[in-house]
């Protein structure tokens, strides 16, 4: 679709040079659950904060951790490793808290994640798709041998 019309350029991804064939890269944010690499565009990530107290919610879903006042704002903090079934400790010692405007719907929203890596250019040619049929993977990324799920956390709500 975007190959006809060069000008124009999906959210969170940039063009490259003429050059490159014309590929496009995305802003990932690698983060660790348990084990494993995950990203999220970048694009979607508000913040980045360490873990404070949170006040756990009665009756709420079981990936909810609970919510955190965060600069005035009640924001919902998930456990992704729930959602994913991920297993495996962690230290959980960062919250990636998402652009409202980017969330299901619309209300402030955290992932407690173990550890926060860095921030990558990838090409989109590099992203193979999920061998998984689930709406939230985005895809796989192959990398020095290890693999990174690229995973959206719109599709995620409390």
């Not at 985005?138 to 041998?145: E, N, S, T, Y």
Request: aromatic residues 6%; contains cysteine.
């Amino acid at each position: 679709m975007y190959a006809e019309a060069p000008d124009r350029v999906e959210p969170g991804c940039r063009p490259m040079s003429e050059t490159t064939s014309r590929s496009r890269t995305v802003q990932l944010l690698e983060f660790e659950l348990g084990d494993e690499s995950y990203a999220v565009d970048i694009t979607h990530v508000a913040e980045i904060v360490d873990v404070n107290d949170l006040t756990v919610v009665p009756n709420s879903a079981p990936h909810v951790e609970g919510v955190m006042d965060l600069r005035g704002k009640t924001t919902t903090i998930i456990d992704p490793k729930a959602v994913f079934g991920i297993d495996g400790d962690g230290e959980r010692k960062r919250i990636v808290v998402f652009d409202r405007e980017q969330t299901v719907d619309g209300k402030p929203m955290g992932w407690i994640v173990d550890e926060v890596d860095q921030v990558v250019d990838v090409e989109q040619g590099d992203v193979e798709s999920s061998p998984a049929d689930d709406d939230a993977i985005r895809g796989v990324i192959k990398r020095d041998g290890d693999f990174v799920i690229w995973v959206r956390p719109t599709v995620l709500d409390a």
